[in-house]
């Protein structure tokens, strides 16, 4: 019985000491020759610039983590990529912290708006479960914020990592979390143009008409952490 209480805690030593190994922000091989890169570099923001290209304040990275403020900026502390991209896959991991509210964009335009909303698609980070008032459809976690709802979309608890994936291939585009295809439309289509119109966006004209632009994260409120940004582009 010693024996398979002291086996038993041996393994649980290795298994701790394997997780706190684990590295972050890297690529395998087998990932650079498929052609993937890194957004964040996972020690400093080489590559990001504030929406309009302010100084980046309030977002910090820590222990290989990229922290937003925590405190919620109304928009004012939103970072982008200083790359444009048209058609790619993504990867992001990401926690929210309780009532925390925020953003992964894409197609970005830093050069149009008042604010990163007004020109790219949105997908939605929120604390689902948490929000203390009702969300709409297409507020929860996954969706095209303001647009498409997610299904069958489900979000680990505020301690763990969620994974996301988000693929735009010509006018198509997919939405996945944690391995779940949550979102599937198309870009200026008849049933995307009407949604526009009869929605939040209609006062908006230049939200989602960029066909390439810039990768964007949200300080809208509350605290969001992310790592293991990465992208491939799709020829």
Known sequence: MKKIVFLFVFAMISFCV?????????????????????????????????F?????????VIDG???????????????????????????????IASQSNSGIFYHVNDKIGKAIYETGPEYQLIDDKGWPTKLHDNQYSGANY??????????????????????????????????VKVVDYQLWDADWNSRKEN??????????????????LQDHGGLAQFRNLKLKEIK
């Open 52 to 60: 309009q290209g302010k100084e980046i304040t309030g977002w910090k």
């Open 18 to 50: 394997i997780a706190q190994t684990v590295q972050i922000n890297t690529l395998t091989e087998n990932e650079k020759k498929e052609g993937w890169r890194l957004l964040f570099n996972g020690k400093n923001f080489n590559g990001w610039k504030t």
């Open 65 to 95: 983590v990229l922290n937003n403020s925590g405190i919620g900026s109304d928009h004012g502390g939103d970072i982008v990529t200083r790359e444009k991209f048209q058609n790619f896959e993504l990867y992001v991991e990401w926690k």
């Open 146 to 179: 303001g647009m498409h709802a997610p299904k069958n979309a489900v979000v680990k608890n505020l301690d763990e990592w969620n994974q996301t994936r988000i693929i735009v291939d010509g006018t198509h585009v997919q939405h996945f979390l944690n391995g």
């Open 199 to 216: 929605g939040k966006w209609n006062d908006y004209p230049y939200y989602g008409m960029a066909k390439k632009g810039q990768i964007g």
